[in-house]
């Protein structure tokens, strides 16, 4: 009695063809040997722009740093973190603006004198262009991955600390807010939070 006949699937048939016709099975072979090319290619690139990006990342932090190490912008800083300023608004023009508070020591009196010489008072716009606005397009940065968290927290952690828990520069903000209608520096406010939050963790590794 003669087996009956099978019939072979159309992917079999196709499969053994590959495998027997030389023809088509090298043509297969380069074809996958491509592919693979392909794909340790782009992972090769990929491993190797890693490093390229963090550089940049901390370069660009780098030039934020830059900015924020201005004379000016250090004279701000220096007012603010040793509480110097009281915020103020003029009755008549209705503008803001900060009283440089003259300190009783008189030591730290003739060192403001050194520092400041005449000067009594730091204009909005001066907090502004000068320290403010150089934090929020940090955090603005920061929250889109533009810039690294750490680097951030490394270099930049003192100053957002001082800007955002400075009574004077708070004061300032919230005025700022009634007046513009909008939440002015919230993303400051954000990255303050956010910089805080890891200061408790770290401190808490610590203990």
């Not at 915020?87 to 803001?96: A, L």
Request: proline share 3%; with cysteine.
């Amino acid at each position: 009695m003669c087996p009956s006949f099978i019939e072979m699937k159309p992917e079999w048939e196709w499969l053994t063809k590959t495998i027997y016709d030389p023809a088509i099975f090298w043509v297969m072979v380069t074809a996958i040997a491509t592919i693979a090319l392909v794909v340790v290619t782009i992972f090769l690139v990929v491993v190797g722009a890693i490093p390229l990006v963090r550089a940049r990342r901390a370069q660009l932090a780098e030039e934020f740093r830059a900015e924020l190490l201005t004379p000016s912008a250090r004279k701000i800083f220096f007012l603010a973190s040793h509480g110097f300023l009281e915020f103020k608004v003029d009755d008549t023009t209705k503008r803001g603006f900060f009283m440089i508070i003259e300190p009783q020591e008189n030591i730290i009196k003739q060192r403001l004198e050194q520092i400041f010489d005449e000067q009594r008072i730091v204009l909005t716009f001066e907090m502004d262009d000068e320290f403010l606005q150089p934090l929020e397009e940090l955090a603005h940065y920061e929250e889109n991955k533009v810039v690294d968290f750490k680097d951030v927290y490394r270099m930049f952690a003192d100053y957002v600390d001082v800007a955002m828990s400075n009574s004077a520069i708070r004061q300032y903000i919230t005025w700022l807010r009634g007046v513009a209608g909008w939440r002015v520096y919230s993303n400051l406010e954000r990255l303050h939070a956010k910089l805080k939050a890891h200061k408790e963790i770290l401190d808490k590794n610590l203990a």
